[in-house]
């Protein structure tokens, strides 16, 4: 298995020659799409409406990725505000724009939430990926989708860093928590993005102090080593020097937590688990293998994949 290790490790160091970086772009490879974007809301929003019975308000969404389009999503659904935050900014206004329209019909249309047929890698699973008239009735659509908001909404993208925008906020990078009023947002959100996060600790801290009493988070957390190494879990077998080549020099990869320690953040800040579905893989790492700092972990930390979590703030 240590051979597993020289080829990320290389690569890492060819990354670090002068001039490389240059040249090299980071892409999220995530809301290229308006049906991804479309499905990757209704996923969460359809999760949000079992516990919650209304659209929610206020929203936010951690890594935004190549677009806006998951936020603007639920704009049509009928959220009043969006607030966007990253550590980069990957997107364009064309791309925003036109990903907007093309939400715009698939909600007119009421089209059915793309399954996993079509995105076999989408996570939460749904029982059912119809159209939900039970949370979009055509009186709520007709609001949602009147022509004067529209328009509102693709002058803010056009102007995207206004400060006196009322749909959108954009905060990128975002380091401080006090970018959003304390106890003003109805509902989290992040699609595989809380394994890119460096500073989990904070992370949590600052959506327990944004997120309104009894309001919710909604992540699907990804675990594996995103291609890194041939095993999925391949990555806990570097040491934290070895990472930092890997790495090479990123602002961020993957923080290689487990699963274990975001639910142990949920606990420590005050949210109530409320639905939680893992993804389990074979763990084919022998122990001997692991470095010094992921010796200990659990097997259900070495076998779980990835995971999503509904959860409540208390």
């Not at 639905?275 to 992921?294: D, I, Q, Y």
Request: contains cysteine; charged residues 30%; proline residues 4%.
């Amino acid at each position: 298995m240590k051979t597993e290790k020289i080829k990320p490790l290389i690569k890492g160091i060819i990354i670090h020659m002068p001039g490389v970086k240059k040249i090299l772009t980071q892409k999220t490879r995530g809301t290229t799409e308006s049906r991804y974007c479309y499905s990757v809301w209704m996923r969460h929003l359809t999760n949000w409406y079992t516990v919650k019975k209304r659209i929610p308000e206020v929203v936010a969404e951690l890594g935004p990725g190549d677009s806006l389009g998951i936020g603007l999503a639920a704009l049509l659904s009928g959220s009043k505000q969006i607030y966007t935050l990253d550590v980069v900014k990957y997107w364009d206004t064309k791309q925003n724009l036109k990903i907007f329209n093309e939400l715009v019909e698939l909600f007119k249309n009421k089209s059915d939430i793309p399954n996993n047929t079509e995105y076999p890698k989408v996570k939460p699973l749904l029982e059912n990926y119809d159209f939900p008239t039970y949370i979009l009735s055509d009186s709520r659509l007709n609001e949602t989708l009147n022509e004067e908001r529209l328009e509102s909404i693709r002058k803010e993208i056009l102007d995207i860093d206004n400060p006196n925008n009322s749909f959108i906020k954009c905060y990128i990078p975002w380091e401080d928590s006090n970018i959003i009023k304390p106890e003003s947002v109805d509902f989290i959100y992040s699609q595989a993005v809380l394994e890119h996060v460096e500073d989990l600790e904070k992370t949590y801290n600052a959506m327990h102090k944004w997120l309104k009493t009894d309001g919710l988070m909604s992540h699907d957390i990804d675990f594996k080593s995103h291609g890194i190494t041939n095993s999925w879990n391949g990555h806990w077998m570097f040491s934290d020097f070895e990472w930092k080549i890997v790495k090479g020099g990123k602002k961020f990869l993957i923080n290689r937590q487990p699963f274990s320690r975001h639910v142990e953040l949920h606990l420590k800040y005050g949210f109530k688990i409320l639905k939680m579905l893992p993804t389990t893989l074979e763990n084919k790492l022998n122990r001997k293998h692991l470095s010094k700092r992921f010796k200990n972990l659990s097997e259900e930390d070495l076998t779980t994949s990835s995971v999503y979590i509904l959860s409540k703030k208390i």
